[in-house]
T-cell receptor
Framework: GDSVTQMEGPVTLSEEAFLTINCTYT??????LFWYVQYPGEGLQLLLK?????DKGSNKGFEATYRKETTSFHLEKGSVQVSDSAVYFC???????????FGQGTRLTINP | ETGVTQTPRHLVMGMTNKKSLKCEQH?????MYWYKQSAKKPLELMFV???????ENNSVPSRFSPECPNSSHLFLHLHTLQPEDSALYLC??????????????FGPGTRLTVL
């Protein structure tokens, strides 16, 4: 079945550091790919998405590119802030499936 | 604020209690979802409703009983739960177009503790 694998956390960085959180997937067909973020005490919020190969999703300085050849959707940010501390989830949804498949989440802590 | 609200935000219950979780969406969506988020495990989809009809049930124990009286409201009725059912229960909604661009919007969750 479909699955998503994220890099193990937790990840701790200093403010203004470069961030990469790896995500790879296994899926039949041509899924859409998502990054969701969960701030402490809150539900999940959509951060960005990409619906086809080579698409780049971006939001709040975060970017991820849909790479079909490597089945990856790595999340990057050039300069992180303390306010980016959260848990980040990579997810996929196959067309028409109405079912998000999530990775296990990566906890990110940014120190001032 | 995503337009999806959940009550209560926290719930503590004994194994013999009966309680209900409520979700309401103000987005005009047609599909609603229940997810379970346990520590160190990926989010698990429990139920999917589309236009008030259940379209997916991922082998969830019968002690969890969903109800969708209309497209704006979704309930999760709980009875005879086990301590391992303690988790964050998340509700989500989507437009339900069946398109790959359809996005799910999540509520803040109910933190459930079963004693």
């Amino acid at each position: 079945g479909d699955s998503v694998t994220q890099m193990e956390g937790p990840v701790t960085l200093s403010e203004e550091a470069f961030l990469t959180i790896n995500c790879t997937y296994t899926a039949t067909g041509y899924p859409s790919l998502f990054w969701y973020v969960q701030y402490p005490g809150e539900g999940l919020q959509l951060l960005l998405k990409a619906t086809k190969a080579d698409d780049k999703g971006s939001n709040k300085g975060f970017e991820a590119t849909y790479r079909k050849e490597t089945t990856s959707f790595h999340l990057e940010k050039g300069s992180v802030q303390v306010s980016d501390s959260a848990v980040y989830f990579c997810a996929l949804e196959n067309q028409g499936a109405q079912k998000l498949v999530f990775g296990q989440g990566t906890r990110l802590t940014i120190n001032p | 604020e995503t337009g999806v609200t959940q009550t209560p935000r926290h719930l503590v219950m004994g194994m013999t209690n009966k309680k209900s979780l409520k979700c309401e969406q103000h987005l005009g969506h047609n599909a609603m979802y229940w997810y379970k988020q346990s520590a160190k495990k990926p989010l698990e989809l429990m139920f999917v409703y589309s236009l008030e009809e259940r379209v997916e049930n991922n082998s969830v124990p019968s002690r969890f009983s969903p109800e969708c009286p209309n497209s704006s409201h979704l309930f999760l009725h709980l009875h005879t739960l086990q301590p391992e059912d303690s988790a964050l229960y998340l509700c989500a909604s989507s437009q339900d177009t069946g398109m790959s661009t359809d996005t799910q919007y999540f509520g803040p969750g109910t933190r459930l503790t079963v004693l």
